[in-house]
């Protein structure tokens, strides 16, 4: 093989990457309200792993995880960093589970056409959502505007990036 210096030099870049890492935490999870939101190596071996559940996600879980990974990754192959956590308040939704578990949460969407829109998170339909929004619109016949209620169906394909608003009322 020309040019090949190290041939076991590919097999330990190989040894941790997203793909591997995702079915591992998945392995470890089938079966429990947990799942998996994201993957990421990066460079130096830094890997990420971003996870949340339909009800409570707790440090516990992220010890239980970071630990089966340890015990199934080998530090005397490659070492690596690995950090287990769930998405935070200000992190866009990325799986449609997420999106189910919002459910009623107040959003902010952003389309792939570059329209801003925020509503409530009325439901998940298939491959889209659907969003509850309060907009002013002229009455009929007249030249006042009252709120009224719209529902808008926005399909996973068109969204760019939804996040929740975070309020503190």
């Known amino acids: 093989m020309r040019g090949v210096q190290n041939p076991s030099f590919f097999y330990e870049i190989l040894l941790i990457n997203a793909e591997h890492i995702s079915k591992l935490v998945q392995g470890k999870i089938d079966g429990t309200d947990l799942f998996l939101v994201s993957v990421h190596v990066h460079p130096g071996n830094k890997i990420e792993v971003l996870l949340d559940s339909d009800n409570a996600f707790t440090i516990d879980n992220c010890v239980e995880i970071s630990r089966y990974l340890e015990s199934n990754l080998d530090r005397e192959s490659e070492d690596f960093a690995l950090e287990v956590s769930s998405p935070g308040l200000?992190?866009?939704?990325?799986?449609?589970?997420?999106?189910?578990?919002?459910?009623?949460?107040?959003?902010?969407?952003?389309?792939?056409?570059?329209?801003?829109?925020?509503?409530?998170?009325?439901?998940?339909?298939?491959?889209?959502?659907?969003?509850?929004?309060?907009?002013?619109?002229?009455?009929?016949?007249?030249?006042?505007?009252?709120?009224?209620?719209?529902?808008?169906?926005?399909?996973?394909?068109?969204?760019?990036?939804?996040k929740i608003v975070i309020s503190f009322k």
């Open 90 to 162: 200000t992190q866009p939704l990325k799986v449609k589970r997420q999106y189910v578990k919002n459910i009623q949460r107040d959003v902010i969407v952003k389309t792939k056409d570059g329209k801003k829109v925020e509503g409530t998170l009325a439901g998940v339909l298939g491959e889209s959502i659907s969003l509850k929004m309060r907009v002013r619109e002229t009455i009929e016949g007249t030249k006042k505007k009252a709120w009224v209620e719209k529902e808008l169906i926005l399909p996973f394909e068109e969204i760019n990036e939804t």
